[in-house]
Every structure is written in structure tokens, then in C-alpha cells.
């Protein structure tokens, strides 16, 4: 079976969807199948062997200018070319902000009736000459628009994975979000099939494409997990961390028990993914536009008395690891570790964070480190930069646990699920694939979301029980080594992929 994967690039940015798609790729073609993985947009940037082709398709700068121009769409063969050289294209990414791009995004989702129809034929020739597939699976429903031509010409079945496309169409300004909206639900209601990588992202948007929900097929998102097969870092470090107080750990109750995945109504999950945004700091707000600046709890300012803190003790290390913007919620946590901090009883502890900066945040995280500066925590918080992969497993299991406090619900987590296949137990928002994943892996708490005392509160539970917290991490990787191993994720997908082509 030949297998093309079309992935949409983000430039210099690691994204979920590219660095899914590369592993996903690799994974068939080690188990023999013959799958060509093509960049859209702009090249991938992933953290393990890039396995995809060395050209891209509906490049990015011709995409933008096709919008714009009838010139463009006029354009000759060679200038089409030029624009669509990997190395100019790479140069983009980061400045793909929802709010920006409503016709745009409509246009590319009305594929053959939209004014990048040349883009999409461009593709179809090409496929149709080298390639010839059997299968096609798109790495977004966002480049549904290509799927009807790709189809019909090409007579191959195409498949597309459900990964956020909700939060990314309800972004957009008026009229484009329910032109989009319509367009995604008409055209991915012509797709052979539609996958997504969680339950609960399943049955959310099978209501918000209104489509029926056994159409969905969950697949459950696939590590490479031989990195992350150590020992548990907390039997070799144990010095590291505070000890255990053990009248406070006989008396703690069993991990948080989760909401069930559907219970909310449809309705209100909808409305929990577009929350009013506010700033963080009436002092800063010119930093960040408020429309950017998702929600914080209102509490008071005062500076961190951090006096307690002994020294001679190793601090407990609470880590973020996610791109660093407004909707992942570094500002929550950094409230939270400030409300966490002023408890004397507390072992001391340190904020570590890594992740990347695109240009378009970056006013947002020099507000963030302000507001850690202001309040006192300077000498607690700790910028690693963007890691490569190792840097990144290394910087996993040295955490004794994992925050990653979104303040919207996301539709794969894979963030989270790296951070439990190295051990760390997590501390997540009780929305989306968050209560999922800890619901399924038993490998942390969860909290009311957009709360930053609430979420101290779930920190301070851990600190204050460290072989809470070990066993919650030893769970937790044990559950993921068993599910989330990405040849289970390559063979369910093979699996798919004959059931289509099969007609079925």
C-alpha cells in the first residue's frame, strides 16, 4: 500500500501535528510500508530524523500571495518554484495568529473554489505522476479543501486527523468563523474517515461538525518510547527531594477523581474553549493586547516572603514544558508558584520552564518574567531556552512533576504524555484531553482550570507528599509504555487504512 502523508509545517516552530506526523511516518516505514510524508506550507521541524520529502506543497508564500493577488494566481511555473524552495520557506512560522487570517483560511477550505485552486492542482499533478497513492492522510482538517480534488483525481481514499481545529476556526473574526465552520463541516463530512487522538476530542467534535460520531476513529497519539526506558530518576535521587512527612502522608486522600469525558454538555464545552481574555497586570497591559491574554484569578500582589526557605535542602522542581503563549498559561503557573510560596510549612521548590518563544509572544513572556521579577521570585524561576530531544528527555525526568496549565482544552496533550513516559507525575487543568490523560494513566491531580489557587493547591499536595508523588509517576509511565508505544499507533493506523481502501 502506498501511503502519502500531507503534514502542515510551522516553520521554525515544533508543532504536534509535525512532529506526530514524522514519528507516525518513520513508524511505517520500519514496519515495511511504502508512505511518502509531504511537508505543506513549510518544511517540518521535528525533534527526532526528519523523515520527510525534500520538497513542500501549497507552499506558504504562494498560498499568502495567491489571497492577495490575481497576479499571483497567474503567476508562471518557474516563479511558482522559486517561492517554494524549502530554505526561503523555512524562514516562516510564528506569526500564524487565527485572527489574522479568516479569508485566508476560509479560501484554502473551499480548496477548488477558493484562490489557491492552483496550489491544490499543482499537488493532484504531481501525486498523480510520482506517486500514485493508495491512501492519503492529511495531518489537519484544516487542508480538507485539497481533499475533494486529491480524491477524485487520484481515486484514493482520504483520511484526516482532528487535532484543534475547533480552537484555531472559533479565533477567527466574523463572518469567516461560520463560513469556515460550515466549510470544515461540509468537507469533512466527504472524508473516507476522520481520526482523533483522544475520547474526549472525538466526541466533541463529532457535535461540532455535526457529523455521527462513529465516523471519528480514535487513535491514540504514539511515542518513541526507547529514551524514556530508565529507571524511575526518584529510586537513584532520592536526595533531591524533601522528605516525607508521614503523619501528612497516611492521612492524604487517593488521587483527584475526574468528571466523566462527555458529562459536560456540548454547549459549554464549546464556550470553555473561547474564554474572554483578560491581562494578567493592569500595570503591564500595554505590553500584551488584552484580546490576546487568556484569564487569571484575581489575587493580591504581594511580594513572596521567601525567607523559610532553608538552603541546605534540594528544592522540589515543578516544571513547565510547552510553547510559551498566552492559551498554554505560564502566567497561571507563576501566580500559582507565588500563592504556593508564601506557605511556611512548604520544603522549598523552584519553577523551571522550557519551551519556545515565537516573535509574536514574546512581549507576552517579558510581561511573564516582570511579573516574576516584581513579585519576588527571581531567585526560584528558571529559563532553560527550547530544548532539542535530548535536552528535553533529560530536563522530563529531572522534574518531580509536570504542570502544563492550559487555559483552553486541548484535543492530544502530548506535551503531558512526554512528560508522564519520563516519570514525572502530572498537575493539569481538569478540561479536554487533560482528564483524560490523567483519568487513563492515574499519573497526577487535576484542577479547576483558570485558577491559580487551585492549582497551588494541587502543587502543595505533591510537595508535601513525595511518595504521593513518586507513585503517581511510576503509574503514569507504566500506563504509557503500554499505550502509547507508537508501533500500537502505526498498526491501529495501518489498520484504517486497509478498512478504507477496502470501502468499508
Known amino acids: 500500500m502506498k501511503i502519502v502523508h500531507l503534514a502542515a509545517g510551522a516553520g521554525r516552530l515544533y508543532c504536534g501535528s509535525c512532529l506526530q506526523g514524522n514519528t507516525l511516518a518513520a513508524a511505517l516505514r520500519a514496519a515495511g510500508h511504502d508512505v511518502v510524508l509531504l511537508p505543506v506550507y513549510t518544511p517540518l521541524r521535528t525533534d527526532e530524523p526528519n523523515v520527510s520529502e525534500p520538497r513542500v506543497a501549497m507552499g506558504g508564500l504562494n498560498v499568502f500571495l495567491q489571497q492577495h493577488s490575481s497576479l499571483a494566481r497567474r503567476a508562471p511555473e518557474f516563479v511558482d518554484r522559486w517561492l517554494d524552495r524549502p530554505g526561503l520557506l523555512d524562514r516562516l512560522g510564528g506569526s500564524t495568529r487565527p485572527e489574522r487570517l479568516g479569508a485566508l483560511t ?34 489537519t482538517a484544516l487542508l480538507v479543501g485539497a481533499a475533494r480534488t486529491l480524491a477524485e483525481r487520484l481515486d484514493a481514499p482520504v483520511v484526516a486527523t482532528l487535532a484543534g481545529e475547533d480552537s484555531f476556526v472559533e479565533q477567527l473574526h466574523e463572518p469567516y468563523r461560520t463560513e469556515a465552520r460550515e466549510e470544515l463541516r461540509t468537507r469533512c463530512g466527504e472524508l473516507a474517515a ?32 526507547e529514551s524514556y526506558l530508565v529507571e524511575y530518576r526518584a529510586a537513584a535521587d532520592d536526595s533531591r527531594r524533601p522528605e516525607p512527612r508521614e503523619a501528612e502522608s497516611a492521612n492524604y486522600p487517593k488521587p483527584d477523581v475526574v468528571e466523566p469525558i462527555g458529562a459536560r454538555p456540548f454547549e459549554e464545552q464549546l464556550a470553555n474553549r473561547s474564554p474572554e481574555e483578560t491581562p494578567l497586570d493592569e500595570e503591564t497591559v500595554d505590553d500584551v493586547p488584552s484580546e490576546e491574554m487568556p484569564p487569571i484569578e484575581q489575587t493580591d500582589a504581594a511580594i513572596v516572603d521567601v525567607e523559610h526557605v532553608p538552603s541546605e535542602k534540594r528544592p522540589f522542581r515543578i516544571g513547565y514544558f510547552s510553547r510559551i503563549a498566552p492559551a498554554k498559561g505560564l502566567h497561571q503557573l507563576v501566580e500559582a508558584f507565588r500563592l504556593m510560596l508564601r506557605n511556611p510549612s512548604l520544603p522549598p521548590a523552584h519553577l523551571v520552564v522550557a519551551g519556545h518563544v515565537s516573535r509574536g509572544d514574546r512581549a507576552y513572556f517579558r510581561q511573564v518574567r516582570r511579573q516574576v521579577a516584581r513579585r519576588g521570585l527571581a531567585g526560584w524561576f528558571d529559563y532553560r531556552g527550547e530544548l532539542d530531544r535530548d535536552e528535553k528527555i533529560a530536563f522530563l525526568r529531572s522534574l518531580d512533576v509536570l504542570c502544563v496549565p492550559a487555559t483552553r482544552p486541548e484535543s492530544r496533550g502530548l506535551a503531558l504524555l512526554e512528560g508522564l513516559a519520563a516519570g514525572a507525575p502530572a498537575v493539569a487543568p481538569d478540561h479536554g484531553v487533560f482528564s483524560e490523560l490523567i483519568a487513563a494513566t492515574g499519573g497526577g491531580l487535576v484542577y479547576e482550570p483558570n485558577r491559580p489557587t487551585a492549582l497551588a493547591a494541587a502543587l502543595e499536595r505533591l510537595i508535601l507528599n513525595p511518595d504521593l508523588a513518586r507513585r503517581l509517576g511510576r503509574r503514569a509511565q507504566a500506563v504509557v509504555h503500554q499505550r502509547h508505544d507508537v508501533r500500537n499507533m502505526a498498526e491501529r493506523m495501518m489498520t484504517l487504512y486497509g478498512t478504507v481502501c477496502r470501502g468499508g
Open 106 to 139: 476560509v479560501s484554502m477550505l473551499r480548496g477548488e473554489e477558493g484562490r489557491q485552486r492552483k496550489e491544490i492542482d499543482k499537488l493532484a499533478a504531481w501525486l498523480a505522476a510520482d506517486v500514485r497513492p493508495d491512501v492519503i492522510h492529511l495531518s
Open 194 to 225: 476522520l481520526v482523533a487522538p483522544s475520547a474526549y476530542y472525538a466526541e466533541f467534535m463529532a457535535h461540532y461538525l455535526n457529523i455521527p460520531s462513529e465516523r471519528i476513529t480514535v487513535i491514540l497519539p504514539g511515542l518513541n518510547l
